[in-house]
């Protein structure tokens, strides 16, 4: 089966770092397809950054699509444009932000997230209020590490990610650790071994959750919510 | 004061319409600004077109307050991005929906939302949550009108909303009506009159809310949730 | 257009510093008319003192609406006997708290109130439950400045709900303060540049919202929950 | 051990009847007195009816501490005046509506409420909302019979509680109900029998809350929500 | 009246404990009838223990219906195994978890359970939210001592849950207290005073509200939730 | 990877079935192993089914984990014994309620859950609140067809699912279907071509989640809600 991932900002690094840890994860037989928004801001940080990036984000997934994509990834932990993929795809579509959190509550009563900068915090509260994942939240916490210096300075970047892990344990009572982006995949086994608990990846959860839905041959429902547009007639 | 007025549909007759509303009730001593956003889509039907009309609609609303607004207002019963205009813009921004049942929500304890098609339902009620106004809202009902049939044939439509009223006033035991489309606003006198209940109209609604926030310096906070995007370096 | 703002206390000297806070953000061609419930209580804290305000409020409600007004403010943070006037009367009508939060949440996505005193904590918290702005609302905390100490010190009055007001931004994360209590309308402008933040005055705002819903021709529905009295046959 | 029991308005007759189905149900040893609000309106029916009982009902409770009374019943459906009872009292409180509610999700997961007058209905919604009772309640129902209406022609009146009853349980899936009126108590056990679902009568409900809350020896607490009133100094 | 008091443990001393507790508290013309779950753990702390207790719980109900009990407790703060006998008995049943807590909240607007080990912690939160308790629980917090602990080392076993129950005070705004262990009911009185707050024990309260429940002639209901079992043809 | 699939109850029939289908959907790779628990009641309808059911249960799932499996399925739709089993397993566990339940939420934004008979219907709301999944499910609604007469008598049983499934989406707004009984995964694809909707078979949903699961390295959380049982010392 055919899945596409799509990195809805324009940034190449992350568009392949992103590839390669959605391929190290799929199953035999899956082939995962990265795509990037070229459209897109270089990054996605608030509402802003994340408005400008649909568009293109949209032309993308329906290029996907086209490919012969059966079921799709927003590789953004604020679901960006979620519901409009929805929307226009009969393959089933995840972001990886609802991906995370659907994993973790398997696997832990109460969970944290522990995202970049807290500009995405009321972001990622609301898209969990909206799925019904709230109740599950022990809390949403911004480390203060912006994305690129993920890369730049790994080693200072890692302390401050697992200090804020340690509040949301300590002080939170979070059982599981959802790591708020993509970049931070490669935390996760570490961080899981030295505080004991479930971390979970969001990019790996949604390749899972995708290839288990198509497998099972789902495909999104065009009744109601996401109901395909109405062809327009007239104006711009 | 100067307030703006943006249609994020590029259809002109819309813009014009909403203008005159909105010019209508205005008090003295507030300019309406009307503008449209050209590169919209004709009209705002689901979460597609809401996610089209989105780019161009903030840099509308750049332009309204490079012009000197000090207030806006989004003219789509959807409130389409909504979130993102908070964040760019220093003055008070609401949208019609939000509007409407705010001030419904003063003159009655449950109201219900009649809109136009069953594919905006589910967006009003999910921005009902966000609000918290969704314990206020008896429903949301679809009249299955279309926004361009208010013109086409004012009769046809004028007596489905009058029955999708009678719905949400007979089964739902709405207490008050909020009209959710700026095309229905000539309707709201004729309604009240006939049911004996408040029916809202979002436009008027929107006018109100913001000349007071104006009036009294409030302005959009820009800690937390509605932060300004920070500066980009690099990328695309 | 007439408005009545009720103080449902009998005291002289806040009854005229709310007039005049009124009078000075009313519109032109807004004529403010200020009643004192002179059957209430000196000041209005906590259960006890907002049920012996109720009925001789209602009485001057009623006077109010007779003398003309057509909209209607109830000028206690408590929002005392707001279910009951709105049963009586047929223009819109608002208490202080509820205006506040309303104004405050078109502005930021979490605000924290901040009180006087914490007996009227749990009162403003079922409140906002009520009105289904708890969703909205970060904290609600007591300043523990009584009322009269406002004009007796107000400069240690001021320190200490600066204290609170700080905390509600540091530890709860609020993004606008609304200030619970009329006597404090004065400090909004000083606090709001102080901390950056929107800085909300109940009176301010309850005059823009019903401002507001007179021009647009709402008044309360008479249909289920402010339903009028039925007349009464017999009894005492 | 003396309990007091109050009827919120000036009717003899229902004082009477009231009294007497406290005492019936009254364990030995326990002194029911029944009290009348001589100052309140003929009967309760929705909000101004109730405010303006408050003062009268405290007035009432406090002379019935005076005399003795530990524990303390407000006789009215709409549990009147009880956040002020509780905030002048040490001994514990019930109304008679709560009362029946907590009853009834002992022996039932969903009840409904089937009370008088539809304009009771959201009164008591909103009553079970802050007692945390709503999510065990299927619906609160008028039967449209008034109060008075129950002495003057029981038959027809009865008639129209059992149709209402009946919807409850078919529309509503309700697994018990509640009965919404004093002046209803004799018809729970023909209902129950009728209908094989428990019935439950608020008066019997409160009796033997308060009897258990005083025999087990707890007070009202003093600390936050009912907090005794400050005492006054000038002023009315 | 007879009313059973089941021991859902196999812990003889437990029992006897228990027993003696409620005799204390019974009314005049009340048999207290002890039964012990000799099948059940030593101990029941956490979900396994739950579990492995209920079928033995299930029995031992039985027998004691049989034996003439008119209603049912449960002695353990967990409500162990509380829907299954709802489903089995006709008699009212209630865990000694939800009876303290229904006690409390007559009391105060807000309370805090005291417990023993955290492991019970998500249970007993789980069982507030689906009662609807929830709203009316500030914290739900482990005092960390073990139940043998209470009986083996009672001083420092006190200190620690009088550290416990003044964090609650403090630092969540509990007015009053649910002791967590039917071992605790002897603290109570001393907390109460120490505190100046109702501290509630869970035995009194389930033997007053079943006294209540069985005395105006409640049943658990036989539609919907606590339908009985259909009986079984064939299988293991 | 090897996966358990535990059919809570004895019925020989029922585990072949459940085997089955979840070999039919396992990934190469997956080794299904079912197991029966042969100390279970021969169908497990309404809670004291399921309370009986646990024990034996938790036994089977201790084997499996001995015998190598590293996630685990709970093939009942009541998620029987989910809590107890995720306390003393350390692979991911998941029951096919909520597995179902997740899976639709990821194709729709409202399901509806069509189960057997109507003594379900409260135990699976009650999951769905505490999963978090109650705000995306449109209704639960019973068929009344019990579990042996889907193989006695498919095709009347089929007809009745199938007005119920109907019932669910024109009444309730359902937008996908989550089929409540193990019986009825054959259906699915039939009904989802015949209403055009997605229709959601819980083994499937929940073999893919466990694979996925165990794929990304998740084990349950032995923090908080889910801790290991402590060593008993003493007692029966």
Redesign the interface.
């Known amino acids: 089966m055919r899945i596409s991932i799509v990195n809805p900002?324009?940034?190449r690094s992350m568009t392949e770092m992103i590839a390669q840890a959605a391929r190290r994860?799929a199953?035999?037989?899956t082939e995962i397809c990265a795509y990037q928004n070229?459209?897109?801001?270089?990054?996605i940080?608030?509402?802003?950054?994340?408005?400008?990036a649909?568009?293109g984000l949209?032309r993308t997934l329906r290029v996907a699509e086209a490919d012969g994509a059966e079921g799709h990834i927003i590789a953004c932990f604020d679901d960006t444009?979620l519901?409009?993929a929805?929307?226009?795809l009969t393959g089933?579509v995840?972001g990886i932000g609802e991906a995370g959190a659907?994993?973790a509550?398997?696997?832990?009563?109460?969970f944290s997230v522990v995202t970049t900068?807290?500009?995405s915090v009321?972001?990622l509260e609301?898209n969990l209020?909206?799925?019904?994942?709230?109740?599950?939240c022990a809390s949403v916490l911004a480390s203060e590490v912006p994305v690129l210096a993920l890369e730049d300075d790994p080693e200072a970047a890692g302390r401050k990610i697992a200090e804020t892990v340690e509040r949301a344990?300590e002080r939170d009572?979070a059982?599981?650790i959802v790591l708020g982006c993509a970049g931070m995949a490669d935390l996760s086994?570490t961080l899981?071994e030295r505080y004991?608990?479930?971390v979970?990846?969001g990019v790996?959860?949604a390749v899972?959750?995708i290839?288990?839905?198509v497998?099972?041959?789902?495909?999104?429902?065009?009744?109601?919510?996401?109901?395909l547009?109405?062809p327009?007639?007239?104006?711009?």
Do not use: F, Q
């Open positions: 900002n324009s940034t994860i199953a035999l037989g070229d459209d897109g801001p270089a990054s940080e608030g509402h802003v950054d994340g408005a400008l649909v568009p949209l444009g519901d409009g929805r929307s226009i089933p995840i659907r994993m509550s398997l696997v832990a009563r109460r900068l807290s500009v009321p972001i609301d209020v909206k799925a019904g994942l709230a109740t599950s344990i009572g059982e599981a086994a899981s004991g608990i479930p979970v990846d790996a959860s899972k959750l290839e288990g839905a497998a099972i041959g789902l495909r999104t429902s065009k009744r109601g919510g996401y109901a547009p109405r327009k007639t007239g104006g711009a």
